[in-house]
């Protein structure tokens, strides 16, 4: 089986914080919450359940990879799907409508 495309930990942006909550002074002291941003399609996961940053890091890893922005952008990606606002803006050019109007109980086209 032949790789398409790969992504990893690195083409995200990784963030830390301070989770809050339940669990005592770990997490009001340790940036033990981690949210990953994958940069080319915008999806976003995050985890602060576990005392663990790397589980965390893992678990976030793994919902962005899960997340619907992130399925579409990978469908796009594999199947060439082009965006629908450059669909809409390639189909609304003018050589591409017909104008027709309504004369008696026939449509003919109008002149432009």
């Known amino acids: 089986m032949e790789k398409v495309f790969s992504v990893t930990i690195h083409d995200c942006d990784v963030q830390t914080f301070r989770s ?4 005592g002074q770990n997490q009001n002291k340790r940036e033990t919450g981690v949210r990953v941003i994958h940069r080319p399609s915008g999806a976003v996961g995050e985890s602060r359940e576990e005392r663990s940053q790397l589980i965390n890091k893992q678990r976030a890893f793994r919902r962005m990879a899960e997340s619907s922005k992130f399925r579409m952008w990978t469908h796009r990606t594999l199947y060439g799907l082009e965006k629908v606002e450059d669909k809409v803006a390639r189909d ?7 104008v027709e109007g309504k004369e008696g109980k026939q449509w003919v086209p109008l002149d432009s």
Do not use: D, E, F, V
């Open 92 to 98: 609304m050019q003018p050589q591409n409508l017909l």
């Open 20 to 23: 809050g909550g339940k669990g």
